[in-house]
């Protein structure tokens, strides 16, 4: 798989901008603030519909514009295909594969399939939960792009179930209800009445979280199993043997379930469930005092470790950048294990950050991808391994070889 041809409209900086590219290695080479980034992010948000840098869409318009175009010509088997994308901040994005509208924007996953890496991974290590688990799911959408789908629908059942809680609250003497209990029922109608009807309405909906939530943890505990051994591979290599990489995943299931997880069971969807919804009828009143979802997927972490020392607050800066590098090849690794192809490899502003050994070892790591495309400050930065098409990028404007 590779992109043969990129064309964006008001994307970032970019009025518009052309790029083609072939297979192998390319290089994008300017000074910081020109414009390299915007170009590979654009490509990664066609495979995922989202960038890597920033999580709302607003700031990938171009100042004044209203809307950015992003068009990207994909090569795979043999076989083009044209992703068309426009971007709309407000309102719904729409998109075109093969110039035919598509009903909904997400049906274009899965034509692009895309590993970058920036420095904003430093936060897989160092950073909150919540980027660990974005990572496992964006995985998740990469291998299999309907779990975009079920993604969608837990934040949904998220969102109803929260402001029902906090509803709840209000009736049945939670925090935020507390000598207001009445507040939230209408004249005329029992406080009781309306409390019992909470109730019944907050056991639907601990349903659909458990029905939901135990797909997606089902899902995330098998990919973690199959991503593992490409983990512990790739930071050995990156690392020269330094030590061993894990990754245990920490549910916020009940004790004896989260300690059976944690020690690599993957349970079966229906057993999930079941734990789910006790683990929930256990933390209710935990919920309904402070209003908020506290058991589910949204709420597990990934915990990483070297050896026996887990990676978050004692990797040096060196190790965790390794942790991260080796996290984004085992999900290449992964990929393309399970594709049969080759995702396209993007490695942006990565060389600097790295020592030479490093260098050397990860140019080594990636020589037979089939496509890759990395950014650089200067072209002293890239390994003389990875000689390949250089493009330069000064104030927004490309220079083809």
Same mark, same amino acid.
């Given at each position: 798989?590779?992109?043969?041809?990129?064309?964006?409209?008001?994307?970032?900086?970019?009025?518009?901008?052309?790029?083609?590219?072939?297979?192998?290695?390319?290089?994008?080479?300017?000074?910081?603030?020109?414009?390299?980034?915007?170009?590979?992010?654009?490509?990664?948000?066609?495979?995922?519909?989202?960038?890597?840098?920033?999580?709302?869409?607003?700031?990938?318009? #171009?100042? =004044?514009?209203? $809307?950015?175009?992003?068009?990207?010509?994909?090569?795979? +088997?043999? /076989? @083009?295909?044209?992703? !068309?994308?426009?971007?709309?901040?407000?309102?719904?994005?729409?998109?075109?594969?093969?110039?035919?509208?598509?009903?909904?924007?997400?049906?274009?996953?899965?034509?692009?399939?895309?590993?970058?890496?920036?420095?904003?991974?430093?936060?897989?290590?160092?950073?909150?939960?919540?980027?660990?688990?974005?990572?496992?799911?964006?995985?998740?959408?990469?291998?299999?792009?309907?779990?975009?789908?079920?993604?969608?629908?837990?934040?949904?059942?998220?969102?109803?179930?929260?402001?029902?809680?906090?509803?709840?609250?209000?009736?049945?003497?939670? #925090?935020? =209800?507390?000598? $207001?209990?009445?507040?939230?029922?209408?004249?005329?109608? +029992?406080? /009781? @009445?309306?409390?019992? !009807?909470?109730?019944?309405?907050?056991?639907?909906?601990?349903?659909?979280?458990?029905?939901?939530?135990?797909?997606?943890?089902?899902?995330?505990?098998?990919?973690?199993?199959?991503?593992?051994?490409?983990?512990?591979?790739?930071?050995?290599?990156?690392?020269?043997?330094?030590?061993?990489?894990?990754?245990?995943?920490?549910?916020?299931?009940?004790?004896?379930?989260?300690?059976?997880?944690?020690?690599?069971?993957?349970?079966?969807?229906?057993?999930?469930?079941?734990?789910?919804?006790?683990?929930?009828?256990?933390?209710?009143?935990?919920?309904?005092?402070?209003?908020?979802?506290?058991?589910?997927?949204?709420?597990?972490?990934?915990?990483?470790?070297?050896?026996?020392?887990?990676?978050?607050?004692?990797?040096?800066?060196?190790?965790?950048?390794?942790?991260?590098?080796?996290?984004?090849?085992?999900?290449?690794?992964?990929?393309?294990?399970?594709?049969?192809?080759?995702?396209?490899?993007?490695?942006?502003?990565?060389?600097?950050?790295?020592?030479?050994?490093?260098?050397?070892?990860?140019?080594?790591?990636?020589?037979?991808?089939?496509?890759?495309?990395?950014?650089?400050?200067?072209?002293?930065?890239?390994?003389?391994?990875?000689?390949?098409?250089?493009?330069?990028?000064?104030?927004?404007?490309?220079?083809?070889?």
């Amino acid at each position: 798989m590779h992109v043969r041809h990129l064309s964006i409209g008001d994307f970032r900086s970019y009025p518009s901008a052309e790029l083609a590219l072939e297979p192998g290695v390319s290089t994008l080479v300017g000074l910081n603030g020109q414009g390299k980034t915007n170009l590979v992010e654009a490509i990664g948000y066609v495979a995922s519909l989202s960038s890597h840098r920033v999580a709302t869409d607003q700031p990938l318009v #171009r100042f =004044g514009a209203d $809307r950015a175009i992003v068009r990207c010509a994909v090569v795979r +088997d043999g /076989r @083009e295909s044209l992703v !068309e994308l426009e971007i709309a901040p407000g309102k719904a994005n729409r998109a075109k594969l093969n110039r035919s509208p598509l009903p909904r924007t997400r049906d274009v996953l899965g034509t692009l399939r895309t590993v970058l890496f920036a420095p904003e991974d430093l936060a897989l290590v160092k950073g909150d939960p919540g980027e660990r688990r974005r990572f496992l799911d964006d995985l998740l959408v990469q291998r299999q792009p309907r779990w975009a789908g079920v993604r969608s629908d837990y934040d949904k059942i998220l969102k109803q179930r929260g402001a029902l809680l906090k509803s709840a609250a209000s009736l049945l003497g939670g #925090r935020r =209800g507390r000598g $207001r209990r009445s507040a939230s029922v209408p004249e005329g109608v +029992d406080p /009781r @009445e309306a409390a019992e !009807e909470a109730v019944r309405t907050l056991d639907i909906w601990d349903d659909h979280l458990a029905t939901v939530g135990s797909q997606l943890l089902y899902a995330r505990l098998r990919l973690l199993r199959d991503l593992v051994p490409h983990l512990q591979e790739a930071y050995r290599e990156v690392s020269a043997n330094q030590s061993e990489a894990t990754a245990v995943y920490r549910s916020s299931l009940h004790e004896a379930a989260a300690e059976a997880i944690a020690g690599g069971a993957v349970p079966e969807p229906d057993e999930l469930r079941t734990m789910l919804l006790e683990t929930l009828a256990e933390r209710r009143s935990q919920e309904i005092e402070r209003g908020v979802n506290l058991v589910g997927p949204h709420r597990d972490d990934l915990v990483l470790g070297l050896g026996e020392m887990p990676a978050k607050g004692y990797a040096s800066h060196g190790e965790s950048w390794s942790f991260s590098l080796g996290l984004r090849l085992a999900a290449y690794h992964l990929l393309r294990h399970d594709l049969g192809d080759d995702p396209v490899l993007v490695l942006d502003d990565v060389f600097a950050e790295l020592d030479s050994g490093r260098r050397e070892r990860l140019a080594a790591m990636i020589a037979d991808c089939e496509q890759v495309l990395i950014t650089a400050a200067v072209p002293e930065d890239v390994p003389e391994g990875l000689a390949g098409r250089t493009y330069a990028v000064s104030l927004g404007e490309v220079s083809a070889p």
